[in-house]
């Protein structure tokens, strides 16, 4: 395991630790963090999009990757509805927790984590497995699952189902994929210089998105460790087990199955955060989440390399 990946990961957290001591309030921080956010995902995520579907064939691999992706995602929303349930019986638990765990324990960072380290384990065709696992699974069923079960467990209830559709079709990201396979069905030739462009970006973007996970971590004392433990598992080592099911029975093996795998393993969605705001389930846990299973994961990824790859 390249561990120059993480180490994007922890120049993001020394800026943050720089910006705390400089006395930045942590809203200006946030601020900071979502300007870079919005340009990378507005403006420089499109292009590595249409770059990567313009010059990587679509293939019956991508469409597996794409189908372990569902699966194992809906398998976890599934179990830690379960486990979420059997506990709330023996445990008084808010519904705005339950809400906060179940999106934490099966939307995974994908595209802002699993993306840059993917794409410097395996180059342009982890990062075109990457895209397929996040823009063919994670993203609509962020936009659709995600969402119902934040209006059956957050305080707000005004968000409606068909809102989330139209949202997905927004996305910039999409449009850079569509544009791209349009380019390349249509025969329309680009040049090659321009083409390496969209190759220097897309190498550079990895490090900026790495950064932002560094300066997004938070620390936070997990007071509630014993409830969240089985949402920290299931999306740590859980999801990754489950994704290596999928993977053999849909026949996917090699790079395409670590990509599964990893990509499974992520930690939690930074957007549970947003989610969190708008739809009035737990913020705390939220972050909590967030902070501890990029701990987890972190172990995880490192066993991980040393035994396989």
Do not use: Q
């Not at 007071?223 to 299931?234: D, G, V």
């Amino acid at each position: 395991m390249p561990f120059d990946i993480f180490l994007f990961i922890l120049i993001g957290i020394s800026l943050r630790i720089l910006f705390t001591l400089g006395r930045v309030s942590p809203e200006k921080i946030e601020l900071f963090r979502d300007k870079i956010n919005y340009l990378v995902f507005y403006y420089i995520i499109p292009l590595v999009c249409f770059k990567t579907s313009y010059t990587m064939p679509f293939s019956l691999t991508h469409l597996k990757i794409s189908l372990v992706a569902n699966f194992t995602i809906l398998s976890c929303v599934l179990l830690s509805w379960l486990i979420y349930k059997k506990l709330s019986s023996i445990k008084k638990i808010e519904p705005e927790t339950i809400g906060s765990l179940i999106i934490c324990s099966a939307f995974g960072n994908v595209l802002y984590m699993g993306l840059p380290i993917l794409t410097k384990l395996y180059g342009t065709e982890g990062m075109s497995y990457a895209f397929s696992y996040d823009l063919l699974a994670s993203t609509p069923l962020t936009w659709t699952i995600a969402v119902t079960v934040c209006m059956k467990y957050g305080k707000a209830k005004s968000f409606k189902l068909k809102n989330s559709f139209l949202t997905i079709l927004k996305i910039p990201p999409i449009w850079g994929l569509i544009i791209g396979i349009t380019f390349k069905e249509s025969g329309i030739i680009l040049s090659e210089d321009l083409i390496n462009i969209l190759r220097i970006i897309s190498t550079g973007v990895t490090s900026i998105m790495l950064i932002i996970v560094g300066i997004s971590i938070k620390f936070v004392a997990p007071e509630k460790l014993l409830i969240n433990m089985p949402a920290i598992l299931i999306k740590t080592l859980i999801s990754p087990m489950i994704a290596l099911l999928f993977g053999i029975i849909f026949g996917v093996s090699d790079i395409p199955l670590n990509v599964c795998i990893i990509e499974a393993a992520m930690p939690s969605m930074l957007l549970s955060i947003i989610f969190a705001s708008a739809f009035g389930i737990d913020m705390r846990t939220s972050v909590e989440m967030i902070f501890l299973t990029t701990i987890f994961s972190f172990l995880l990824l490192c066993f991980f390399s040393l035994f396989f790859l």
